[in-house]
């Protein structure tokens, strides 16, 4: 019997080049079209926006200045958190919440 996988390639601190950028494509695809449904927004402009919030956050005392688009991250953090409860009861196949 082969050893269980525990750690997934979809993982880090930036939100578009580490964790998006490595969901299979059709994963991406439903996530973008839900996303999109929800919000009215695209995904992919909120998540380069906001890369880096973590980090920069996170170490905030080696950065000077900047700011955060705090009204992008909410739509970013509610439309995702959306859209994957949609996708997964649509794959019970359940009706989408809206």
Not at 16 to 26: D, I, M, N, Q, T
Not at 60 to 65: F, V
């Amino acid at each position: 019997m082969p050893a269980a996988r525990t750690q997934a390639d979809a993982w880090g601190h930036k939100l578009h080049s580490e964790v998006f950028s490595r969901l299979p494509g059709a994963i991406r695809a439903e996530l973008e079209t839900e996303f999109k449904t929800l919000t009215q927004q695209d995904l992919q402009p909120l998540l380069l926006k906001c890369n880096d919030y973590f980090v920069e956050a996170r170490y905030a005392h080696e950065y000077i200045g900047g700011y955060y688009d705090l009204s992008g991250l909410r739509t970013l953090a509610q439309g995702v958190l959306k859209a994957t409860r949609n996708l997964g009861l649509k794959s019970e196949g359940l009706p989408p919440e809206k």
